[in-house]
C-alpha cells in the first residue's frame, strides 16, 4: 500500500467517523448544522476525496427510505399543528396495577 493510499483510507476513515458522532450527536458542536446538513457534508467529502464516486453515491439513496421517512414527518408535522401533541398526554391514564390473588387460597 503506498503512503497516497493510506493518507486517503485515513481520511475517509476519520470523515466516517465525523460524520457518524455528528449525525449521533444531533448537531455539529460550534456549528449551526444539524443531521441531515451532517450526512450532507460528510457525503460531499467522501465524493470529494474520491472515496466514492458520484454514480456509487447516486447508487446508495434509497428512494423508498426517503419517501418513508418524508411521508412520516409530514404526518408528526401534522399532529403537532392540530395540538395532538398536548392533548394527548391528558387523555392517557396509568392502568390499575393488577393485584395476583396466591394460588391455593380463596
Same mark, same amino acid.
Given at each position: ?12 476513515? /476519520? ?12 448537531? /455539529? ?78
Amino acid at each position: 500500500m503506498s503512503p497516497a493510499s493510506n493518507e486517503g483510507t485515513t481520511a475517509t476513515v /476519520a470523515v466516517f467517523v465525523l460524520t457518524y458522532v455528528g449525525v449521533a450527536l444531533g448537531r /455539529a458542536p460550534g456549528l449551526r448544522i444539524d443531521r441531515a446538513g451532517i450526512a450532507l457534508v460528510g457525503a460531499s467529502l467522501m465524493i470529494g476525496l474520491g472515496s466514492l464516486s458520484l454514480s456509487e453515491a447516486l447508487k446508495a439513496i434509497d428512494l423508498d427510505a426517503i419517501a418513508l421517512f418524508l411521508g412520516m414527518m409530514i404526518i408528526v408535522s401534522q399532529l403537532r399543528v392540530s395540538g395532538f401533541y398536548e392533548l394527548t398526554p391528558y387523555d392517557v391514564k396509568p392502568r390499575p396495577e393488577r393485584h395476583e390473588q396466591p394460588t391455593g387460597s380463596r
